[in-house]
């Protein structure tokens, strides 16, 4: 058991360094309603991009972060005038082959504030 709970912790901690954080920003445009369940967003501020992905546009997959979770966060800010920090993989962007997706800058999170 001693040994579960270390290798728990070691996999939480190495999830919580993939991912680099914006400043606090304000969501600015949304972009919901494909029917594989991923959406894009633009927010106010400097855009973070470790991977050096196509900066347009934030994506949010299935495959990468809970998209209706996040999305729900997006939308309270929106209208609320509220800010947000924007964690993105470090590591990916988002699904090639997916006309959308290509090249975006991945999204694994999202802090409201």
């Not at 973070?48 to 900066?55: G, R």
């Not at 699904?95 to 975006?104: N, S």
Request: proline letters at 1%; aromatic letters at 10%.
């Amino acid at each position: 058991m001693k040994y579960l709970g270390a290798l728990f912790l070691l996999l939480v901690s190495s999830s919580v360094v993939s991912a680099e954080w914006s400043q606090r920003v304000s969501v600015s445009e949304i972009i919901t309603g494909y029917k594989d369940g991923f959406i894009f967003f633009k927010t106010t501020g400097t855009i973070v991009n470790p991977s050096n992905c196509d900066n347009a546009y934030y994506s949010v997959e299935q495959d990468n972060a809970d998209v209706n979770s996040i999305l729900a966060v997006l939308l309270a800010a929106q209208k609320s005038n509220s800010y947000v920090k924007v964690g993105v993989d470090d590591n990916r962007c988002g699904t090639e082959g997916i006309e959308h997706l290509q090249g975006k800058i991945s999204v694994s999170r999202i802090i409201s504030y």
